[in-house]
């Protein structure tokens, strides 16, 4: 390796020398030499870095822009919801008056007619017994009657032609013998005046003719009797009242029959089939339950405040979930006396806890509508809730 020497570098001949700077012009030599380091082109990693720090702080500002409007947009919407005026409306659920239908008088029951769900039409056949002794009663008494009727016609009927004849030939023997003896008594007074005949004689004839005109007129009393029924009045009345008394047994029986097959009262759907053939039922005790239209009604709650608004007769609307909006029913019932809101009702606009009891009917085409124990909301109509915001604008 060949080592040069080092050679001292001299100053060039034609440079003048360098003057001295003040301490203003070395300040700003010193600001305009930084500012050219800064206008310098960086490195391609420093770039990279100031790049992604102006997006992540451009993103953040962006992200707390949309909560901003999000809270505003929400605290908005509270604020609406909490000073916006509250429907009027109260909560309630259906219900219905069933028909328990079971028999009149105690029985084997032999078939049932129905099923649940099924409708039925007023006097449609629901259930039978047995009607084996019912009907052995019933001849029983069209055979009674049949007898007090012809006792009755037999009194009222004159004699018979035979005992007619029979009678009016009695009496013919009868009459010829009371004359027979008045002429043995004429002859007898005579010969007792001439000494022919004794007295003892006529009186004896005397008493047989008596005795004989004492018939005549027994027989003639008889026969006037068969011949004409005024003479028996008395027995006719009692007979009479014998015949009643046998077509009320008749009736009786005609009628316990007819309870052997018992029929839809009226119209509607069997909602239950409490007993089944076989099964001996009281007098009573119910054996299908019927649940006709109109008798579903929708019960409800309302406060002390709004009983002056609603009275009997007055329309509200019904809502429910599977109904469509327009279903309205009548109020018919108001109870006379407050009572507490029943735990079932429960609703958290409400502040009232005494409220009173109400009964609205559905419309009788709508009433199909609502099922027992299904939840109903009750609304007034609007005239009630116009007065309720008339209040509330006179309030403020």
Same mark, same amino acid.
Request: proline share 6%.
């Given at each position: 390796?060949?080592n040069?020497?080092?050679?001292?570098s001299?100053?060039?001949? +034609?440079?003048?020398?360098?003057?001295?700077k003040?301490?203003?012009?070395?300040?700003?030599?010193h600001?305009?030499?930084?500012?050219?380091q800064?206008?310098?082109?960086?490195?391609r990693?420093?770039?990279?870095?100031?790049?992604?720090?102006?997006q992540?702080g451009? /993103?953040?500002r962006?992200?707390?822009?949309i909560l901003?409007?999000?809270?505003?947009?929400?605290?908005?919407?509270?604020?609406?919801?909490?000073?916006?005026?509250?429907?009027?409306?109260?909560?309630?659920?259906?219900?219905?008056?069933?028909?328990?239908?079971?028999?009149? &008088?105690?029985g084997?029951?032999?078939?049932?007619?129905?099923?649940? /769900?099924?409708l039925?039409?007023?006097?449609d056949?629901? $259930?039978?017994?047995d009607?084996?002794?019912?009907?052995? #009663?019933l001849?029983?008494a069209?055979? &009674?009657l049949?007898?007090? *009727?012809?006792?009755? #016609?037999n *009194? &009222?009927?004159?004699?018979r032609?035979?005992?007619?004849?029979?009678?009016?030939?009695?009496l013919?023997?009868s009459v010829?013998?009371?004359?027979?003896? +008045?002429?043995? *008594?004429?002859?007898?007074?005579?010969?007792?005046?001439?000494?022919?005949e004794?007295?003892?004689?006529?009186?004896?004839?005397n008493?047989?003719?008596?005795?004989?005109?004492?018939?005549?007129?027994a027989?003639?009393?008889? *026969?006037?009797?068969?011949?004409?029924?005024t003479?028996?009045?008395?027995?006719?009345?009692?007979q009479?009242? #014998?015949?009643?008394?046998a077509?009320?047994?008749?009736?009786?029986?005609?009628?316990?029959?007819?309870?052997?097959?018992?029929?839809?009262?009226?119209t509607?759907?069997?909602?239950?089939?409490?007993?089944?053939?076989?099964e001996?039922v009281?007098a009573g005790?119910?054996?299908?339950?019927?649940?006709?239209?109109?008798?579903?009604?929708?019960? $409800?709650?309302?406060?002390?405040?709004?009983?002056?608004?609603?009275?009997?007769?007055?329309?509200? &609307?019904?809502?429910?979930?599977t /109904?469509p909006q327009?279903l309205?029913?009548?109020?018919d $019932?108001?109870?006379?006396? #407050?009572?507490?809101?029943?735990?079932?009702i429960?609703?958290?606009?409400?502040?009232?806890?005494?409220?009173?009891?109400?009964?609205?009917?559905?419309?009788?085409?709508?009433? +199909?509508?609502?099922?027992?124990?299904?939840?109903?909301?009750?609304?007034?109509?609007?005239?009630?809730?116009?007065?309720?915001?008339?209040g509330?604008?006179r309030?403020?």
């Amino acid at each position: 390796m060949i080592n040069v020497p080092a050679t001292e570098s001299k100053p060039s001949p +034609k440079s003048a020398p360098a003057e001295t700077k003040t301490h203003a012009e070395q300040t700003s030599d010193h600001a305009n030499t930084g500012k050219r380091q800064d206008d310098a082109p960086k490195p391609r990693k420093e770039r990279d870095k100031e790049s992604a720090a102006e997006q992540h702080g451009g /993103g953040g500002r962006r992200w707390l822009v949309i909560l901003l409007v999000t809270g505003a947009a929400a605290g908005a919407a509270i604020w609406f919801l909490t000073h916006r005026p509250s429907r009027v409306e109260w909560q309630g659920y259906a219900e219905a008056d069933f028909i328990k239908v079971g028999p009149t &008088q105690q029985g084997l029951l032999t078939e049932v007619k129905v099923n649940r /769900g099924d409708l039925v039409n007023a006097g449609d056949l629901l $259930f039978t017994q047995d009607d084996v002794a019912d009907k052995a #009663a019933l001849a029983t008494a069209r055979h &009674q009657l049949d007898q007090a *009727l012809e006792r009755l #016609a037999n *009194l &009222q009927a004159p004699g018979r032609p035979s005992e007619v004849q029979r009678a009016e030939a009695e009496l013919a023997d009868s009459v010829a013998t009371r004359e027979r003896l +008045k002429g043995d *008594l004429d002859r007898a007074q005579t010969l007792v005046k001439s000494g022919a005949e004794t007295v003892q004689n006529r009186d004896q004839i005397n008493g047989n003719y008596l005795s004989a005109a004492a018939r005549v007129r027994a027989l003639e009393a008889a *026969l006037a009797r068969m011949r004409d029924t005024t003479g028996r009045e008395s027995e006719i009345k009692a007979q009479q009242a #014998a015949v009643e008394a046998a077509r009320s047994d008749l009736a009786r029986a005609k009628w316990r029959l007819d309870q052997d097959r018992v029929v839809a009262p009226k119209t509607g759907v069997i909602a239950d089939v409490m007993a089944r053939p076989g099964e001996t039922v009281m007098a009573g005790a119910p054996v299908v339950s019927l649940l006709p239209l109109e008798n579903i009604f929708v019960r $409800f709650f309302v406060p002390e405040a709004m009983l002056i608004h609603l009275h009997r007769g007055d329309e509200v &609307q019904l809502l429910c979930d599977t /109904g469509p909006q327009d279903l309205r029913g009548t109020i018919d $019932f108001v109870a006379p006396q #407050a009572e507490y809101t029943p735990p079932v009702i429960y609703s958290v606009e409400s502040r009232a806890k005494l409220v009173y009891m109400m009964q609205a009917r559905p419309r009788p085409d709508q009433a +199909k509508l609502f099922k027992p124990g299904q939840p109903v909301t009750v609304r007034p109509i609007e005239k009630i809730e116009a007065k309720e915001k008339d209040g509330d604008e006179r309030k403020r």
